[in-house]
């Protein structure tokens, strides 16, 4: 009666099998590591950088505890953290111009372990420290930008055509083209509609004349915002990267938000800086047929022109109207001038090419001005005089910058600038030290309700006190296991659901084991209380479960954030725990008490009522 | 050993009238208080900053709000948890500051005063976030709700869904109204234990029901009020076991969860204590009054056959 076929018991071993397995890897803890990865791709990663990396270790005597080479990067595993620091310094000043340094954790379990991907469940950013970002993209901010744009282009082509015309201005979210006589906008209407396609254009007459009205198509509007979102994703991606972090996310929520999560990161103040910066590169006319020293005099510029600084220089007046932007920019990289001093060589893209190409003949003789827009922050790098044509889409800005210097400023003009203005709209940060602690926290509200459930439990039931305990056992085994193979992420609330998981699970064997009870005070035999009170607890513990499915199914896809992380925990908790307390309860009974004959059901003394209740 | 030792079944219908009726009365307190107080929401939900700091020593709070007001910030709340070396520091939105720039002030204006202090935790939440944060925890209720009262209706009848949801919104309904009185903060991780409770204090109900029926085959003579009466005696023991173990547990989070947890257990646990008291006093009389009958069920039975006990 009591008694399971082999496969049912198969099945149970196997599962604990599986649960130790995976469920291990989290107690041999972590150790501190760096990761190398390279900044750019087509760096190769390959035994030969893994040798250089472990020879530059050796010269510098730092002592490393295993290394190895995967396909995000090379990993090295270091003893403490003051050595894994000092590592950090010197590959960053002997290969950091080319690869990331980044601090990392690395899982103390064997080798053999991480093979089968058992690996530490993956502790959220409340656990481990760092920051998460949620960011959203200005769409307004990147409708204006691109307007500016094509104000920018619509005047170029009019030029290039030799259409006269009486300037373009911003009305709305659309342009007017104003002209002086139909015949020129009646030209400019079939030339502008051929060359820009995403522009509708349409007859209008403003106050002071004759003009068209250019608007960008809905179609062309939203191929613009998910080409701005995806923009600021790379150029989010590429900034990360110079923070150094082990393994950021950076991924796209909804249509316009973006989320950031850096574990680890300490220096929050850093981080939102880099994520916020916008450096981008323009370059403009300089004005020196202006009065200059008037204008420093006075320090009102002429119209049309803006006083600058030039870098550990002169005063200078240039244009305001910016002829060639740094989203043109295709590669930057730090190097050298012919006279051996630091530069910044930028390529740039075919339509660069063009517009610096044609700058540069119409003004030989005179000087551009380089201008480095760093946070709304305009500097004059250098200002050359343009001697002649230069074609080929390259060009070197050099101005007294170190070395350094020219490094920052290659990185920055490579990372790119966002499509669109972005801003914080949530912020969570936790530092490592409360991590720690939550982790500390978390466990012990487990254990010791762990502890003081299984006592109770052990001492009212006896023997089957002990089985449902095991079971309950088997159930955190379970859970850790799986959540450890799924590598979910596992928060603050996670730990709880965890703790809540054990005092709910016990529920089914309770209801077992009273039902059991039951069975022996209405007088059936042994076995056959077991028996039927198995069977019959099962349909209520399934209903129970079901509705308790029935909320974290809607916690999980109406929750966000920490609430996800309960979610999952509480929904896999279920799961395994109808699995434990039904199926392996139920296995242990068998094979301890199944095969022989019970005189008594060990499960703590029984009260029976004098009188019976019919 | 044995808690509980009935010698015939405790007449709990009895007093089906009297439970309603301070049902009711709680929760019409409880809307009062929801209402008049209103649910002291957290930063997850207004949008806004909380930061928590700790410094090397004992701390004067009268000290960080001098130097968050030369900051221009004179709305900020600045309290003292666990120790009295750790401040917990609310702001609420101001436009004036950018996303996250508002706690990069202060944390620099705090630096400048007392070079010990370390910044432990941040976040910011912003306003359009918090609303969205506020509608999908409605959802959520909503799904469950629905979910439960279906899934109630399916597997036994609709009189006891609509039962088993009054039951258990009246608990959540008790949280709220504990945490509108006693103006405790409601966050995103209490919201998931108000949901955790739907779903874990319905059991109770389920629980019941299961044995309601089943008394319905057994005792084919007994009236509702006995069928009902005996259903809630049998499963005392196995109430007063369960939802014991669960809030040991719940009690351990409670001491050693830290603040986080603090809430978040707070909330469970007051969703165990009434969720026993609903699903005994007020789900069952419902089914009373709703007039639930054997036929109810029993035609249900026949579609069942494989759930018929030998």
Not at chain 1, 79 to 84: E, M, R, S
Not at chain 1, 201 to 213: C, N, Q, T
Not at chain 1, 404 to 423: H, I, Q, Y
Not at chain 1, 581 to 599: A, E, T
């Amino acid at each position: 009666m009591n008694r399971y076929p082999l496969w049912k018991y198969l099945i149970i071993a196997a599962s604990l099998v599986f649960g130790l397995l995976y469920t291990l890897p989290n107690f041999f803890g972590e150790s501190p590591a760096i990761q190398v990865s390279p900044l750019r791709a087509g760096t190769t990663l390959d035994t030969d950088l893994l040798k250089r990396v472990e020879q530059l270790l050796g010269k510098h005597h730092i002592a490393f505890n295993g290394s190895l080479l995967e396909p995000g990067g090379i990993k090295i595993r270091f003893a403490d953290t003051d050595t894994q620091m000092k590592a950090r310094d010197f590959l960053e000043a002997e290969i950091g111009k080319d690869f990331i340094i980044a601090l990392n954790l690395l899982p103390n379990s064997p080798q053999w372990m991480s093979r089968l991907g058992a690996l530490p469940m993956y502790l959220g950013l409340d656990l481990r420290g760092g920051v998460h970002f949620m960011l959203q993209v200005d769409m307004v901010g990147a409708l204006s930008k691109s307007l500016d744009r094509y104000s920018a282009d619509i005047r170029n082509s009019l030029r290039e055509l030799r259409i006269p015309s009486a300037g373009v201005e911003r009305e709305g979210s659309s342009l007017l083209i104003k002209f002086r006589d139909a015949i020129a906008r009646e030209k400019a209407m079939v030339e502008l509609a051929k060359n820009f396609t995403d522009l509708e254009l349409r007859e209008v007459d403003h106050a002071s004349g004759l003009g068209l009205l250019a608007i960008i198509k809905p179609e062309a509007h939203t191929r613009m915002q998910r080409f701005a979102l995806q923009q600021n994703i790379t150029t989010l991606r590429n900034r990360v990267n110079e923070l150094g972090v082990a393994e950021p996310i950076i991924q796209q929520v909804g249509a316009d938000r973006v989320i950031v999560q850096l574990p680890g990161v300490q220096d929050t103040a850093k981080a939102k800086d880099i994520l916020g910066r916008t450096a981008t590169l323009e370059i403009r006319m300089v004005d020196d047929e202006s009065n200059l020293e008037a204008a420093v005099m006075s320090g009102q510029p002429p119209a049309g022109t803006e006083l600058f600084t030039e870098r550990g220089g002169d005063p200078l007046l240039v244009k305001k109207q910016v002829l060639l932007t740094g989203d043109r920019i295709t590669d930057a990289q730090p190097g050298f001038d012919q006279d051996n001093q630091p530069a910044v060589h930028v390529t740039l893209d075919n339509n660069g090419a063009r517009i610096f190409k044609d700058l540069t003949r119409n003004n030989v003789g005179k000087r551009m001005a380089i201008l480095l827009v760093e946070k709304n922050q305009n500097e004059v790098v250098t200002a050359p005089v343009i001697r002649e044509e230069i074609g080929g889409g390259r060009v070197q800005i050099s101005g007294r910058m170190s070395s350094l210097e020219a490094r920052d400023v290659a990185l920055l003009l490579r990372a790119g600038a966002l499509a669109a203005p972005m801003e914080i709209i949530e912020e969570r940060t936790v530092g490592p030290s409360l991590g720690a602690e939550n982790i500390t926290r978390g466990f012990n509200s487990t254990l010791y309700g762990f502890i003081a459930v299984a006592l109770f439990i052990m001492i009212y039931y006896r023997a089957f006190g002990v089985i449902s305990v095991t079971a309950l056992s088997v159930n955190l085994l379970l859970l850790i296991g799986l959540l450890s193979i799924l590598q979910a992420t596992l928060t603050l609330p996670g730990m709880a659901a965890i703790a809540l998981t054990v005092g709910m699970a016990i529920d089914a064997n309770v209801l077992i084991n009273e039902r059991i009870r039951d069975e022996i005070r209405n007088g059936a035999p042994p076995q056959a209380a077991i028996y039927a009170g198995y069977d019959r607890a099962i349909g209520t513990i399934l209903d129970s479960n079901i509705t308790t499915l029935i909320a974290g199914i809607a916690l999980f896809s109406f929750g966000s954030g920490p609430v996800k992380g309960f979610a999952v925990v509480l929904c896999l908790g279920i799961l395994t725990s109808v699995f434990s307390s039904v199926m392996v309860s139920r296995g242990m009974v068998n094979l301890f008490y199944g095969n022989r004959k019970l005189d008594k059901v060990p499960i703590g003394s029984i009260w029976k009522p004098i009188r019976k209740q019919r | 050993m044995e808690f509980f030792r009935f010698e015939r079944d405790i007449p709990f219908m009895r007093w089906g009238k009297f439970s309603l009726i301070l049902s009711l009365v709680i929760s019409i307190l409880s809307v009062y208080f929801i209402a008049s107080k209103g649910l002291n929401f957290g930063v997850d939900f207004t949008g806004g900053t909380v930061m928590e700091v700790s410094y090397d020593k004992a701390v004067d709070l009268a000290q960080i709000r001098q130097v968050l007001a030369e900051q221009g910030i004179t709305d900020a709340t600045v309290q003292n948890f666990g120790t009295s070396r750790e401040v917990l520091i609310r702001l609420p939105v101001k436009h004036e500051f950018s996303g996250g720039d508002l706690s990069e002030v202060v944390i620099n204006a705090l630096k400048q005063n007392d070079t010990t202090v370390k910044m432990q935790r941040v976040e910011f939440v912003g306003p359009q976030v918090g609303q969205e944060l506020l509608e999908n925890g409605a959802l959520a209720l909503l799904f469950v709700s629905l979910g439960i009262v279906a899934y109630l209706a399916v597997r036994f009848e609709w009189k006891f869904g609509v039962a088993g949801i009054t039951a258990n919104l009246h608990d959540v309904l008790v949280i709220l109204g504990c945490f509108a009185f006693f103006q405790w903060e409601f966050s995103l991780t209490v919201l998931a234990a108000v949901l955790a409770v739907l779903g874990y204090s319905v059991n109770e109900s389920v629980v019941i029901f299961d044995r309601i029926r089943e008394n319905f085959r057994k005792l084919r003579k007994a009236d509702l009020t006995r069928v009902i009466d005996n259903a809630i005696t049998m499963t005392m023991s196995r109430t007063v076991i369960t939802h014991g173990s669960t809030q040991i547990v719940v009690i351990s989070m409670l001491l050693l969860g830290g603040e986080v947890l603090y809430y978040f257990a707070l909330a469970l646990t007051i969703g165990i204590l009434f969720g026993i008291y609903s699903s005994l006093m007020v789900a069952s009389p419902i089914l009373i009054l709703l007039g639930v009958k054997r036929e109810d069920l029993i035609k249900q039975e026949r579609k069942q056959q494989e759930e018929a006990v030998p």
